[in-house]
Structure formats: C-alpha cells, structure tokens
C-alpha cells in the first residue's frame, strides 16, 4: 500500500511540472551555482536523473556509464544547435518518453526479460535531456562553470539514486523494483501528455 501511495505522490508532483521555459530562453542561471542548481529545478530532469540511477543498481552498473557518454555527446550537440539559434524538435516530449522507457526496462528486467538495446536506450535518453542542457546553458563566460555544476549535479542524483535502489535490490529486488518503474513510466507518459498539451513538440 505504501509504494502505491509513493507512486500516486509522485504522478501528483509530475503534473504542473513541465523543466523547461523556451530553450535558449536565457532563464537559466550562470555560472557554477546556476549549473548546480538546473538538474534540479525541472521535475523531468529529476526524474531522468533518479532513473538512471535505478537502472544502474536494477539492471547493471555499466550502464551509468553508458548515460555519461550520452551526457557528453548530447551536452556538445545542444550547445552546437544553441549557438546558431537551432532547437531540439519535440525536445520536451523525447525528454519525457525517455524517462517512461527507462521505467519500462526497470520492469521488465524485475520480471526477468533483458534487451540488448537498453545501453543504446540509456545513452539515448540522456542525449535528449542533455541536448535541452546544452540548448538553456548561457552562452556567456560562464558556461564551463555552469556545466561543471550541472554534471556534479546531476552525478551526486544519480549516484543518490543508485545507491538506495542498489541497498533495497540486494534485499528484494522485485518488491522496489516494480513499483519504481511504475513510477517512472506513469510520470513520463503524464510528462510527455503535458508537452503535447502545452505545445513543447
């Protein structure tokens, strides 16, 4: 009973949360604080952040460092587009059906079925979120301090999140797992239900 009343909690805090303003907006904070604190501030990246997490202490720890590497290249393909006035088509909802695909392979990994894919998936799925990064990072002399504070962000979340669901899934891996990726898949299908909604396509 209490994980469902965690997971209604949750969908509860996804629905007025849509992370972004428009992208390259110049909304974002510069320098080191502002980078520290973007990860933070949007449900969608918080949520991507915590999924990552899971993943790796679900499925496998390789698979964080597949998310870094699709940090990387996502991170320098937004900036790029940033600097020549470019956007990310449909960015809000790739950003939020990635993290409903994380919670599909955390489920089907607790009912023991893998795919071959999910590094793929992962790293695919961070690039969006770090692409909109790239896309709302000031285009200042603040931007590496800002991306330093948005990568110690975004490892100390991810790392949070591994660590918990790794200290549960040595005890009982099917009873966290299930309802944490049920969380995660209904919050990205209400997150990328608001992006069609508001028009962030």
């Not at 428009?22 to 909304?27: E, F, N, V």
């Not at 089907?108 to 992962?122: H, I, Q």
Request: charged share 5%.
């Amino acid at each position: 009973m209490a994980s469902f009343s965690a997971v209604a909690a949750l969908l509860l805090a996804a629905i007025p949360a849509q992370a972004h303003g428009s992208a390259g907006a110049g909304l974002v904070g510069g320098g080191l604080a502002g980078g520290l604190l973007h990860p933070l501030m949007g449900l969608d990246h918080l949520l991507m952040l915590l999924a990552v997490g899971a993943v790796g202490a679900f499925i496998s720890a390789a698979l964080l460092g597949w998310a870094l590497g699709g940090a990387l290249v996502g991170g320098m393909v937004g900036s790029s587009l940033a600097s020549f006035g470019l956007n990310l088509p449909a960015g809000e909802l790739l950003a939020a059906l990635a993290i409903a695909a994380l919670g599909i392979v955390i489920f089907a990994s607790a009912k023991g079925r893998s795919f071959t894919f999910t590094p793929a998936l992962v790293a695919l799925g961070v690039s969006f979120h770090s692409m909109l990064h790239g896309l709302e990072v000031p285009q200042d002399g603040h931007t590496f301090g800002w991306w330093i504070g948005a990568l110690a962000a975004s490892v100390l979340v991810a790392g949070c999140s591994y660590g918990v669901c790794k200290y549960f899934a040595n005890r009982d891996i099917a009873r966290l797992a299930i309802p944490v990726a049920v969380g995660f898949t209904l919050s990205g299908v209400i997150l990328s239900g608001l992006a069609l909604a508001s028009g962030g396509i």
